[in-house]
């Protein structure tokens, strides 16, 4: 066998043990993406379930918006930045603000995030949206949760898209509606 075979086989041995390098490459990059999906997921669900972001969410979604009505709580939600109970707003929108860059930037798929989450989302959202519009004012800085607002316009279309969330062609399971009947007799 001539020096130039010899050659050209070595050449091409070396290149598909590249290639097959490189492809056993993309599909560990795979894998370590997956495995850091899982876990910011479960970071947030974590999150979202703890005690204190539950109660901080609670404030946000149902007693602040009665309290935009009162001009004196209204004066002492605006100051910036948020303290007392009012930390909760902080709590919450930041929270949403790095949920939603991690959905921006590929971390989170966002069809798994609107699915898990989108009604919390919008929920949280709507209630801080008179907050979100006084403090990018206020600060002049319309950047200010722009990752929570790109999360929210996601969960919104998410919502839109999928009225019910369950999946088409799938029978859905009887109902009990036995405490629905104890709870209001008719």
């Not at 010899?6 to 370590?32: C, D, E, N, P, Y």
């Not at 949280?124 to 008179?130: R, V």
């Not at 969960?155 to 629905?180: C, F, Q, T």
Request: proline share 4%.
């Amino acid at each position: 066998m001539s020096w130039e075979a010899m050659t050209a086989i070595g050449t091409f041995i070396t290149s598909f043990v590249l290639a097959a390098a490189a492809i056993a490459a993309i599909i560990q990059l795979r894998h370590t993406r997956g495995s850091n999906q899982i876990i910011a997921l479960t970071e947030c669900r974590e999150t979202i379930e703890s005690r204190e972001f539950s109660e901080s969410q609670r404030f946000v979604s149902f007693e602040l918006p009665k309290r935009f009505g009162d001009v004196g709580e209204c004066r002492k939600m605006a100051v910036l930045p948020f303290s007392g109970e009012y930390e909760a707003i902080g709590t919450v929108a930041n929270f949403f603000e790095s949920m939603g860059l991690f959905v921006k930037t590929g971390i989170i798929d966002r069809r798994i995030a609107c699915d898990f989450w989108s009604y919390i989302v919008m929920r949280n959202w709507n209630a801080l949206l008179p907050m979100t519009t006084y403090a990018r004012y206020k600060l002049a800085a319309p950047q200010l949760w722009e990752n929570f607002e790109y999360l929210a316009a996601l969960s919104k279309r998410y919502m839109d898209e999928n009225a019910s969330g369950y999946p088409a062609g799938v029978p859905r399971m009887h109902e009990d509606r036995s405490l629905i009947d104890a709870m209001d007799p008719e």
